[in-house]
T-cell receptor, first 113, second 112 residues
Framework: KAGVTQTPRYLIKTRGQQVTLSCSPI?????VSWYQQTPGQGLQFLFE???????NKGNFPGRFSGRQFSNSRSEMNVSTLELGDSALYLC????????????FGPGTRLLVL | AQTVTQSQPEMSVQEAETVTLSCTYD???????LFWYKQPPSRQMILVIR??????QNATENRFSVNFQKAAKSFSLKISDSQLGDTAMYFC?????????FGTGTSLTVIP
């Protein structure tokens, strides 16, 4: 099976812009979670989607949003970008919610100038 | 709330030697899973090993094994015969209550 794919892999934006990142889970996986990884804050949970519904949300401002489509593909959107949003954004997929193993994609590296 | 603690920010080991990475967690859940993930410089997060809390037997995957002490809420990773390719950041993770929790990571360097 193909692994988790994320597009784009690299992105450069300027402050105030918005960005949309995409994640395609492993075939058959219905859970998709998003994480932000920065050198200072480590791995921070953004949100989890299962069956097109947001099930869990981390402690991030409303500028961060996401959605999941019927084919389990997910997108996350960040509006009004700030310099501090520069990070590696990781997507992980799992068969079901919670205790199932999560498999990670290669990540999207976002740089905000 | 669940927490995962990795108290060793950095470690190093000589090639071919054995190293143990520590992880403790706190939870009130009775049914949960524990994981070790590896993130090499390429940044791809890779699953190393998984342990179900209800299993008493420690999980093993080739050169990687865990020491799971449920009562002490400890979950350490032992890497035997360390190889240069083991150089990476290692994250301990807990899964329970329908959410994943990650530790802050241990940066492991294997010295030739």
């Amino acid at each position: 099976k193909a692994g988790v794919t994320q597009t784009p892999r690299y992105l450069i934006k300027t402050r105030g812009q918005q960005v949309t990142l995409s994640c395609s889970p492993i075939s058959g996986h219905r859970s998709v979670s998003w994480y932000q990884q920065t050198p200072g804050q480590g791995l921070q949970f953004l949100f989890e989607y299962f069956s097109e519904t947001q099930r869990n949300k981390g402690n991030f401002p409303g500028r961060f949003s996401g959605r999941q489509f019927s084919n389990s593909r997910s997108e996350m959107n960040v509006s009004t970008l700030e310099l501090g949003d520069s990070a590696l954004y990781l997507c992980a997929s799992g068969l079901y919610r919670g205790q199932e193993t999560q498999y990670f994609g290669p990540g999207t590296r976002l740089l905000v100038l | 709330a669940q927490t995962v603690t990795q108290s060793q920010p950095e470690m190093s080991v000589q090639e071919a030697e054995t190293v143990t990475l520590s992880c403790t967690y706190d939870t009130s859940e009775s049914n949960y899973y524990l994981f070790w993930y590896k993130q090499p410089p390429s940044r791809q997060m890779i699953l190393v090993i998984r342990q179900e809390a209800y299993k008493q037997q420690n999980a093993t995957e080739n050169r990687f094994s865990v020491n799971f002490q449920k009562a002490a809420k400890s979950f350490s990773l032992k890497i035997s015969d360390s190889q240069l390719g083991d150089t990476a950041m290692y994250f301990c993770a807990f899964s329970g209550g329908n959410q994943f929790y990650f530790g802050t990571g241990t940066s492991l360097t294997v010295i030739p």
